[in-house]
């Protein structure tokens, strides 16, 4: 089992940055890979960036690569989402999620999630 609590988020402005953590219990973190997502009121939930177990391997969904980075520290037992140059519309609740046979951009094959972690921006 594997726990997971996101931290970080807040109202910035547009053009602002902010960094979300996630932070897993746990001491089988490093077999997980980690994905985060996102779900804006009245919006599915959508991919937002996955990173793998080791961390070599990283993607981006297409509205965010360039201005976010995910990386994750295994001997803290925490992933990190850097976001840039924040528009009104990444406003969201963003989740970290985490399991061992995933499809990176498939929310339906993670086996953990977080309770969530509000960012709005503003114009």
């Known amino acids: 089992q594997v726990q997971l609590v996101e931290s970080g988020g807040g109202l910035v402005q547009a053009g602002g940055s902010l960094r979300l953590s996630c932070a897993a219990s746990g001491r089988t973190f490093r077999s997980y890979a980690m994905g985060w997502f996102r779900q804006a009121p009245g919006k599915e939930r959508e991919f937002v960036a996955f990173?793998?177990?080791?961390?070599?391997?990283?993607y981006y969904s297409d509205s965010v690569k360039g201005r976010c980075r995910i990386t994750r520290d295994n001997t803290k037992n925490t992933g990190y989402l850097q976001m840039n140059s924040l528009k009104p519309e990444d406003t969201a609740v963003y989740y970290c999620?985490?399991?061992?046979?995933?499809?990176?951009?498939?929310?339906?094959?993670?086996?953990?999630w977080g309770q969530g972690t509000q960012v709005t921006v503003s114009s």
């Open positions: 990173i793998s177990a080791s961390g070599g391997v990283t």
């Open positions: 999620a985490a399991g061992e046979s995933i499809t990176p951009r498939a929310a339906s094959t993670y086996d953990y």
